[in-house]
């Protein structure tokens, strides 16, 4: 099977447990302002890749993996190529290497829940604690990540919640009170990691000839960042 990819990764140590082999899948669903990958949205765009192809690559970093690194598939939105994903994720699993999901959990469907069947571990954005944010700023509803946790808890798969911290948005007590309240009802979290907003995409959105929406928010401080964490 084939599909795109719009860049890979050999060595990341951002984008879930380890050492980690990083694909960014083309194509997304959403238009999130804080978007830090814009090259990926458009579904014509990347490169394209057999499956098999990119589970040979990532085999050939596997050393570096040690108990707990291994492929991570992030984008754009992973679950818009689920069936490309999965055969991908099979081929991993056939090889000895932990797969990982990066994901928004806003599409559920039967190729979804399939490709869950050969995921290991998921990192789930719940990017605000409100719907009027959800709608404004990412262009779905609240509860679609929510319904996909849920699943993700019915089949018992580790998850880590992510949440990038946006100044005015999302910041608050009221944001952190409500992750801390959905670690509390699903089993499957494992964790939640507070990510600070950055502008380091503007450059991107440049070349694009695009304008970055959230190019006026500040950078959290690392001593708001440990602020919130305590919250948790």
């Not at 089949?155 to 608050?172: A, C, F």
């Not at 507070?194 to 450059?203: A, M, Y």
């Not at 929406?213 to 305590?230: H, M, R, V």
Request: net charge negative; charged share 20%.
């Amino acid at each position: 099977m084939k599909g795109y990819v719009s860049s890979i990764q050999s060595m990341g140590t951002l984008d879930g447990p380890g050492v980690r082999f990083v694909a960014f899948l083309q194509g997304c669903n959403l238009n999130c302002g804080c978007c830090h990958n814009p090259e990926t949205k458009p579904v014509s765009g990347g490169n394209e890749y057999e499956a098999l192809d990119i589970a040979q690559m990532c085999e050939k970093y596997k050393p570096y993996f040690g108990n707990k690194g291994g492929i991570t598939l992030s984008g754009g939105e992973p679950l818009l190529q689920s069936a490309f994903a999965k055969e991908i994720f099979t081929e991993c699993k056939v090889r000895g290497i932990n797969t990982c999901l990066d994901t928004s959990g806003s599409v559920i469907n039967s190729d979804v829940l399939s490709l869950l069947e050969v995921t290991d571990h998921v990192l789930l954005d719940i990017k605000y604690h409100t719907e009027e944010l959800y709608k404004k700023y990412v262009g779905c509803s609240l509860a679609k990540p929510l319904e996909f946790l849920s699943i993700l808890n019915g089949k018992n798969i580790s998850t880590t919640l992510r949440q990038v911290i946006i100044p005015t948005l999302n910041d608050n007590r009221e944001s952190m009170l409500f992750l801390k309240g959905i670690k509390e009802q699903y089993p499957c979290v494992q964790k939640i990691e507070l990510l600070p907003f950055k502008k380091i995409c503007q450059t991107k959105y440049d070349n694009l000839g695009q304008d970055f929406p959230f190019k006026d928010f500040e950078t959290p401080s690392q001593a708001l960042i440990k602020e919130l964490e305590a919250m948790l």
